[in-house]
């Protein structure tokens, strides 16, 4: 049987908004129901780049992790298989050796005006 994946992300703040709360269960769960496995991305790293939570990385991760209890608490159906929660720190780490030369290479090709644009125009994107 063929199953979907889908990829979502959350960037945290120190305080959960509605649409990463409930609106996000209830997506969730609608992919689930129709039989998507659903991949989510906790974007610590990034977190910690914008100085949320001060840049400490340990408070950031226990707001990560309070948010996935605040969706196993609204509902959200994470039984199974079905959805899996992905922690940027760690998957850039067990990676380290493909990720960072890859970092290097963009920072030497690129200007930082360059990808200034680029990160506005993808959040921008990114969120309506």
């Known amino acids: ?8 992300s959350f960037y945290m703040c ?22 998507c496995k659903v991949k989510i991305w906790i974007a610590d790293w990034f977190a910690q780049l914008n100085n949320k939570m001060g ?13 996935i209890e605040i969706w196993k608490a609204v509902g959200m159906d994470i039984d199974g298989d079905k959805v899996e ?16 030369p890859l970092v290097m290479d963009i920072a030497r090709r690129n200007k930082l005006p360059r990808i200034m644009r680029y990160l506005i125009e993808l959040e921008n994107w990114m969120l309506p």
Do not use: C, P
């Not at 049987?1 to 979502?8: G, K, L």
């Not at 840049?55 to 948010?67: A, C, M, Q, S």
């Open 85 to 100: 929660f992905l922690w940027s720190s760690d998957e850039i780490n067990s990676r380290a050796h493909e990720y960072w």
């Open 14 to 35: 120190a305080f959960t908004v509605v649409e990463q709360g409930v609106m996000k269960t209830i997506n969730v769960n609608k992919l689930t129901k129709a039989g």
């Open 1 to 8: 049987m063929f199953r979907a994946f889908v990829q979502s």
């Open 55 to 67: 840049g400490d990385l340990k408070k950031i991760r226990t707001v990560g992790e309070y948010l």
